[in-house]
């Protein structure tokens, strides 16, 4: 089993920056990639970022610039940096790893809230 831990959530200013880092332990199969979502109330779960094994990285056009997503394969560990928060960032945010050779899985952390109010 695949176990992700996501924290580094809270309240911000609009403006201001926080840091997500995304710990997975027990993946015994190949990750193919990582990424963050984020879901607010009333709203689908939509992707912010993801990158993949050899660095590719995707973003979406709202985070686009202000966000950055990283990671160590060697620690299975992903980050998402993100500055200049505004308002409607103010989600849930979901650390994802896929993983798997021939039938990759998707596991999810638990969740952690960011609050961008003044």
């Known amino acids: 089993q695949v176990k992700l831990v996501e924290s580094g959530g809270g309240l911000v200013q609009p403006g201001g920056s926080l840091r997500l880092p995304c710990a997975a332990s027990?993946?015994?199969?190949?990750?193919?990639?990582m990424g963050w979502f984020r879901q607010a109330p009333g709203n689908q779960r939509e992707l912010v970022a993801s990158?993949?094994?050899?660095?590719?990285?995707n973003y979406a056009e709202s985070v686009e610039g202000r966000f950055t997503i990283s990671r160590d394969n060697p620690k299975n560990m992903v980050y998402l940096q993100m500055n200049s928060l505004k308002p409607g960032d103010t989600a849930v945010y979901y650390c994802?790893?896929?993983?798997?050779?021939?039938?990759?899985?998707?596991?999810w952390g638990q969740g952690t809230q960011v609050t961008a109010s003044s």
């Open positions: 994802k790893v896929r993983a798997g050779i021939f039938s990759p899985s998707d596991y």
């Open positions: 027990g993946t015994i199969f190949p990750i193919i990639s």
């Open positions: 990158v993949t094994r050899d660095g590719t990285t």
